[in-house]
């Protein structure tokens, strides 16, 4: 899909970018799936995030096709 996330890990704060598919959504879930953070974008190619969240790996959902994986260090 062309996603990815920098830095990674980070401390809750990332740009997340695309090669060639705009990003429109984007959901956060921890690993047990517990949605933690949802957001709906204008068709960016690159968008910085910045998540309260505690330290550990979660799952990134963009465009409810395409799966990251994000690491937080607190």
Request: aromatic content about 10%.
């Amino acid at each position: 899909g062309g996603f990815s996330i920098f830095p990674n890990p980070n401390h809750g704060e990332f740009v997340l970018s695309s090669i060639l598919i705009p990003i429109q959504t984007v959901a956060v879930y921890s690993l047990s799936g517990d949605l933690v953070a949802e957001y709906h974008l204008p068709n960016q190619l690159s968008t910085t995030l910045q998540l309260n969240l505690v330290s550990g790996m979660y799952q990134i959902q963009i465009n409810e096709t395409h799966w990251l994986k994000l690491v937080v260090r607190q």
